[in-house]
Nanobody
Framework: QVHLVESGGGSVQAGGSLRLSCEGS??????????VTWFRQAPGKEREGVAG???????TYAESVQGRFTISKDNYRKIVYLQMDSLEPRDTGMYYC???????????????????WGQGTQVTISS
């Protein structure tokens, strides 16, 4: 069983930065075999994929965050980071990380692939 805990959310002004962390539980499993993706959901909107990293290190980003957000993975510490720069009010939402162990390593933002989800961390960007 994999438990995920997000942290790092907060309230910042537009143009600012935040770094989100998604920490996996410490029980015995090979974190390196898991693909992890960040999703977000704004009030009244559907959940959307933001950035994903495959177990092979490949990455994928939503067009809206390309060039502003960077996803990275520390397999030893079992943490995935989402560095968010040049934040905009439209980035406001609850951010969730999700993980699954794929048969073939790849980065994906299809939510139906993911078996494990965190509880989320709130990000609020003011103009």
């Amino acid at each position: 069983q994999v438990h995920l805990v997000e942290s790092g959310g907060g309230s910042v002004q537009a143009g600012g930065s935040l770094r989100l962390s998604c920490e996996g539980s410490r029980n015995r499993y090979k974190y390196s075999e898991y693909s992890v993706t960040w999703f977000r959901q704004a009030p009244g909107k559907e959940r959307e994929g933001v950035a994903g990293i495959g177990c092979d290190g490949s990455t994928t980003y939503a067009e809206s965050v390309q060039g502003r957000f960077t996803i990275s993975k520390d397999n030893y510490r079992k943490i995935v980071y989402l560095q968010m720069d040049s934040l905009e009010p439209r980035d406001t939402g609850m951010y969730y990380c999700a993980a699954y162990r794929p048969l073939v390593c790849r980065a994906t933002m299809s939510p139906t692939e993911f078996r494990y989800w965190g509880q989320g961390t709130q990000v609020t960007i003011s103009s």
